[in-house]
């Protein structure tokens, strides 16, 4: 944003003259319709001995200005129209609020999972193979899907084993209460657990293997309890806190001691729509029944944390309404601020109703760009929740920079002029801001994750809006206003009928004075950021100290990039207070030693009975029980199983015929591989087959990330095509493209800033700065953020995209002001620049800060999360538009407008 341009001054005798003609009335009087009659045009800047600059690309930024000027002066002629037309707008568009509900869309796995993501491939194979029968025979390793259950963690309270008699019969209570909870349907018959459990033949499927056991007293092992010879389950992921005693030869088992932890799974059956419709039911009865059941029940030697499958999703969804509260405190609080920034002693040029007006238009900026896009039919995630309080800080900051250019007019012009100032000086800086930001929005739209892109497509549409709306419906406030500080203008000229008046100094204590020149008096902080920063910043040794600060916060950042951590932990998405949080945490503490039980799966027909086929799927398994995230010991395969059982009963398996006849009678003695090959009668032929490996110390999102990308590279290395999977690899997807992703938006958002830079900002050299200011806030908040625990996910990705729009905003602004400049030394530039856009800087990052600092107190990690990045943002934003780019500005800022002596203002009030 460049200075308002001077007039061209009179001289003193021309004054005395009109002053000495027409005695009685004060020089401003005189002079303001002096220049009236002149006519003060754009053409009278550029006058003969200004030199222009040599170095300016302002073939957009010129006409968009002389655009913008017209526009003001059109807004200065017909203010009610331009008021009441955006907000009868915004109440039509609103109306699309109704759409809500229906446009609402949490379900976690479609937003927070990558579109397209190798693992929903591989589920669909996984379904489309091993199709699953709840019924008659479930598995709850063999899952495609996380299933419809209830959890239970039952933890100790003291050092005692729960597999004591006297703590076991409190276990057998608690499984009795949750089998008896019921639930009745649509005819008022009522179910129960039993009526819905998933079964292993006319059994329901046991929550835990040791309920099965007749008596908890019998010699059990760990990992590995047998139920009988053919039939062995594995404990890793159902017991915990264990000591182990001795172990028997080269057994991997060894005798289980003692037992702090106990989960206890309760599936239900989901296969059939009926089934799937009264299970969840069941859970939601559950959810409402079971806590306070449980306070009843007595089990003093036990504590119980519970969760099910339909918790995550629940509990996600409630951050939505715990956040609208904290919208109208925001709002309330931009408001105040609006006010108390803007207020001037000076009661004619005090902007407090304009300010609190300008909040206002933003919120018709949301009611709009949210309204039209319920309307399309955008769907409506939690994360754009957050939205509304970032376009509030946006919205205010560029009502801040309007302001500002309208107070660096000149009272003694025409309404129509000043706001055609306005308009030229403050519309194109708030033109390339909101350029910036929509496209960095936009440019988000292209990443993988569907939260992200709705974020982005709604934030993106609404800044448009506010843009709209600032320089229509607030622009028409202010035209009002104007008509009102003009009256007083005029009801101030009329009293002052001499220099030194009593008159005078009345008006001068009360507010109402005007200084004959048309100027209004500068703020105290335009005055400290003149007189004070800027000479400051500008000195050689305040450059030296910047430049190592600069160093230290460089490097700072690009180590904590190198610390950060990937991927979303999925407890994050619920409430701090909510009753998952608490099950999580004892899952880790009990329960981290095993990982997922990963099947690996084969669905090409290939001839098992074939020793080299068989040699070959055996090195394929060996390499990945290999790999340092899998233990050998506890993988499962029908086949080694089976070479086993025709060996031990003399059978010939590389004969195809024997191969196939045979498996039949193994099926009765092992009928836990039913499920693991498919056998096609007809052809003869085995069309997939599956074994089961597991991981093991898998702890950290690191962890998860390494092992998914190793295991897959190993299939992808074998002979035989095998697929990995397992229903927990749908989340770990993220960590193979949120980097990627990431860096896509970033490089080409920050492309996109150069181009609009170049073309708008008229110096190339400066334009170059402004993109070094957004390479550099982003490394900044990136490696900020690993010092403040936050995550790189699909929700701070959000906010890194938000950092390129903001760190454009202030550096972009005050590199505005400084090409703009008409001074002729670099340090003087910049003290011009700081003087224009210290303060509404100040204000638009403060304002920011406090529309999303309600958001700390929330006790989601979306909230907490988008308010540490922002406040980053903007921290760091403001520090480069402040103290980093002015400074930098003055080693290399040599393109710039030539100077011209500009009129010295005296203050005239006593």
């Not at 500002?404 to 009272?411: D, E, H, N, P």
């Not at 098992?608 to 086929?613: F, M, N, S």
Request: charged letters at 15%.
């Amino acid at each position: 944003m460049h200075p308002g341009r001077p007039i061209t001054k009179m001289n003193q005798s021309s004054q005395k003259s009109l002053s000495g003609e027409l005695p009685g009335f004060p020089a401003s009087f005189l002079l303001q319709q002096a220049y009236l009659w002149i006519g003060y045009s754009e053409s009278q800047d550029r006058s003969p001995y200004v030199r222009r600059p040599q170095c300016r690309t302002d073939c957009i930024e010129v006409p968009l200005s002389r655009l913008f000027r017209r526009l003001g002066r059109l807004v200065a002629r017909y203010p009610w129209v331009f008021l009441l037309l955006p907000m009868l707008l915004s109440a039509g568009l609103g109306s699309g609020f109704m759409f809500l509900n229906k446009r609402r869309t949490d379900n976690i796995e479609e937003q927070f999972t990558p579109v397209g993501g190798p693992a929903k491939g591989e589920r669909s194979l996984a379904q489309e193979y091993f199709p699953t029968n709840d019924a008659e025979r479930f598995s709850g390793s063999r899952l495609t899907t996380e299933g419809s259950f209830a959890s239970l963690l039952v933890v100790t309270n003291n050092s005692e084993s729960l597999l004591t008699q006297s703590v076991w019969w409190q276990v057998q209570l608690l499984d009795s209460k949750v089998r008896s909870i019921s639930v009745k349907d649509a005819q008022g018959v009522s179910f129960n657990y039993t009526s819905l459990c998933a079964r292993t033949g006319s059994e329901c499927s046991f929550p835990n293997p040791l309920l099965a056991l007749p008596s908890i007293s019998m010699q059990l092992t760990f990992p590995l309890l047998e139920i009988n010879k053919n039939q062995q389950v594995f404990l890793g992921n159902l017991v915990g806190g264990v000591e182990l005693g001795a172990g028997s030869g080269d057994s991997p088992n060894r005798t289980l001691e003692k037992a702090r932890a106990l989960k206890l799974a309760y599936y239900l059956r989901e296969d059939a729509a009926s089934d799937r419709e009264m299970s969840r039911q069941w859970l939601s009865a559950f959810l409402q029944e079971f806590p306070p059941e449980l306070q009843k029940l007595p089990l003093p030697d036990l504590k119980v944390y519970y969760f099910t499958s339909l918790s995550r999703q629940e509990e996600f969804e409630g951050n939505v309404k715990e956040v609208i509260p904290l919208f109208s405190v925001s709002y309330f609080l931009i408001i105040f601020f609006s006010i108390i920034s803007c207020y001037r002693l000076n009661l004619i040029i005090s902007k407090m109703w304009v300010a609190a007006f300008g909040v206002i238009s933003s919120g018709l900026a949301v009611l709009s760009g949210f309204g039209l896009l319920l309307y399309c039919g955008m769907p409506f995630v939690a994360t754009v929740s957050n939205a509304p309080f970032l376009i509030l800080g946006v919205g205010v900051d560029d009502m801040f920079i309007m302001i500002s250019a309208w107070q660096r007019t000149k009272l003694i012009h025409s309404l129509e002029e000043r706001m055609a100032e306005t308009y030229a000086e403050a519309a194109v800086s708030i033109t390339i801001t909101t350029l910036t930001d929509v496209l960095a929005f936009y440019v988000g739209i292209m990443t993988s994750f569907k939260s992200v892109q709705a974020f982005c497509v709604y934030t993106g549409t609404t800044l448009l809006f506010c843009f709209l709306y600032n320089i229509t419906c607030f622009g028409a406030f202010l035209a009002l206003n104007g008509k009102i500080e003009v009256y007083l203008n005029r009801f101030t000229f009329q009293q002052q009928q001499d220099s030194y008046s009593v008159v005078k100094k009345i008006l001068c204590k009360k507010g109402f004075y005007v200084s004959p020149n048309g100027e209004e008096e500068s703020h105290l902080m335009n005055t400290f950021f003149r007189k004070y920063y800027g000479p400051l910043l500008t000195n050689i040794w305040s450059k030296v100290f910047v430049v190592l600060l600069y160093a230290g916060y460089l490097a700072a950042s690009i180590y904590g990039c190198f610390q950060i951590k990937e991927g979303i932990d999925l407890r994050n998405l619920a409430n701090d207070n909510s009753y998952i949080v608490p099950y999580y945490s004892m899952e880790k503490e009990y329960f981290s030693e095993f990982g997922p039980r990963i099947m690996a799966f084969v669905t090409k027909s290939v001839p098992y009975w074939d020793e080299i086929t068989r040699n070959n799927f055996d090195k394929c398994m060996q390499s990945l029980e290999n790999n340092q995230y899998i233990s050998k010991t506890f993988s499962d395969s029908w086949l080694r199983t089976y070479e086993k059982y025709l060996t031990v009963m003399h059978q010939n398996i590389n004969n195809r015929t024997t191969f196939l006849e045979e498996l039949d009678s193994f099926l009765k003695a092992f009928p836990d591989y039913e499920y693991d090959f498919q056998v096609n009668t007809t052809q003869r032929e085995i069309v997939s087959s599956r074994y089961f490996i597991q991981s093991v110390n898998v702890s950290t999102a690191v962890d998860e990330k390494m092992m998914l990308n190793q295991l897959r590279s190993i299939a992808a290395q074998c002979e035989i095509p095998v697929v990995v999977y397992h229903p927990a690899f749908i989340y770990f997807d993220q960590y193979s493209v949120i980097v990627d992703n990431t860096i896509q938006n970033v490089a080409v958002a920050a492309g996109a800033m150069l181009v609009i830079s170049l073309l708008f900002i008229p110096s190339p050299l400066c334009s170059l700065w402004v993109t070094f200011a957004i390479a550099s806030v982003i490394v900044g908040v990136a490696g900020f953020m690993s010092y403040w625990n936050v995550n790189l996910d699909s929700i701070s990705m959000i906010n890194l995209i938000i950092c390129i729009g903001f760190s454009v905003d202030f550096s972009a602004h005050i590199s505005y002001a400084f090409v703009s400049s008409d001074a002729m030394s670099t340090n003087q530039k910049v003290i011009e620049a700081l003087d224009l856009l210290g303060y509404p800087v100040v204000q638009g990052a403060s304002s920011t800060i406090i529309g999303v600092v309600a958001l700390a107190a929330a006790n989601a990690y979306i909230f907490r999360t988008f308010f540490k990045i922002m406040f980053l943002v903007i921290l760091f934003g403001a520090a480069h538009g402040l103290i980093f780019i002015p400074v930098f500005l003055t080693f290399f800022g040599i393109c710039s407008r030539a100077h011209k002596e500009t009129p010295q203002r005296d203050p005239d009030c006593p």
